[in-house]
């Protein structure tokens, strides 16, 4: 058996000594720590920390839990521990905007983002010949006011069955329930084509062509049933100018959008992202 990577994620109240803990009982496993990040929100208390290291061959997944658990008792931690070779399966959420979509299997293909698409859904017909061409499992489910209840099951049965980690809304423009949100939350990402809080819901570049923005930018987000108010994981923007029209500003958002759901997926391909409430903290 040779020596495995993993990477340990934890979160619990802020007090002494929580680092020198795990750490102690990793060095005593004879583990290699080769990344390390913590974070103390003096706001509410909590602490955070990721751990990227090497254990020794012969020592798992089970023996490593086994070792962990003393600290994670003693602080009442809240955990996640997974090996670093376990390749994430994504579905893929898509209308009729394909850019974002292309852009995150083109970073699957060449090795940036590492992760496997177990499907694309979509509620519209034209992503069918980029899935088919991709070797990927498409799902048309048309969706309407009468038929929403339904379609959303078949999509949680895709992602059951599939066994996903994450869901992707590559331009999904669909609200998902309240019941869905609930239900796949923290497993849900979402682009929004504004920079949040600003112009939320429908047509924000065109909103921001109205208040004659100099700025614009995308937010890739958690889904929450609150629309467009999850915790934020990734942002950018890019200037633009009373010159551009509101196609301009779309065409220049498409980059953005394409970007910073990349980004945000590969974040959380990584865990380095965990949940702080409302907001998140994000070990980059």
């Known amino acids: 058996m040779s020596a495995a990577n993993f990477v340990l994620t934890l979160s619990c109240a802020d007090r002494p000594g929580i680092v020198a803990a795990v750490t102690t009982q990793l060095a005593a496993l004879n583990a290699n720590i080769a990344e390390s990040n913590q974070f103390w929100d003096r706001e509410t208390g909590r602490f955070f920390m990721r751990l ?77 010949k980029i899935a088919e061409d991709a070797g990927i499992d498409f799902h048309l489910l048309p969706v309407s006011k009468d038929t929403k209840a339904a379609q959303e099951q078949q999509i949680e049965d895709i992602v059951s069955q599939t066994s996903a980690d994450l869901v992707v809304l590559a331009r999904y423009m669909q609200v998902l329930s309240d019941h869905l949100s609930t239900r796949l939350f923290g497993k849900v990402i979402n682009i929004h084509h504004s920079f949040l809080p600003s112009f939320k819901g429908a047509k924000p570049y065109h909103q921001a062509h109205v208040r004659g923005v100099k700025i614009i930018g995308a937010t890739a987000h958690y889904v929450t049933p609150d629309l467009d108010e999850g915790p934020i994981i990734e942002q950018d923007t890019a200037r633009v100018t009373h010159a551009m029209s509101a196609e301009d500003l779309v065409a220049a958002g498409r980059d953005i959008e394409s970007r910073v759901l990349a980004r945000a997926v590969k974040l959380h391909l990584e865990n380095r992202v965990m949940l702080n409430g409302k907001k998140t903290v994000v070990f980059g």
């Open 52 to 128: 990227a290291f090497t254990a020794p061959a012969g020592v798992d997944q089970k023996a490593l839990e086994l070792a962990l658990q003393p600290p994670f008792a003693r602080f009442a931690m809240q955990t996640s521990l997974v090996p670093e070779s376990q390749r994430k399966r994504i579905v893929i959420l898509v209308s009729k905007f394909d850019h974002t979509l292309l852009h995150l299997l083109y970073q699957i293909r060449v090795g940036w983002l590492d992760a496997d698409v177990a499907a694309i859904i979509s509620n519209h017909p034209d992503a069918r």
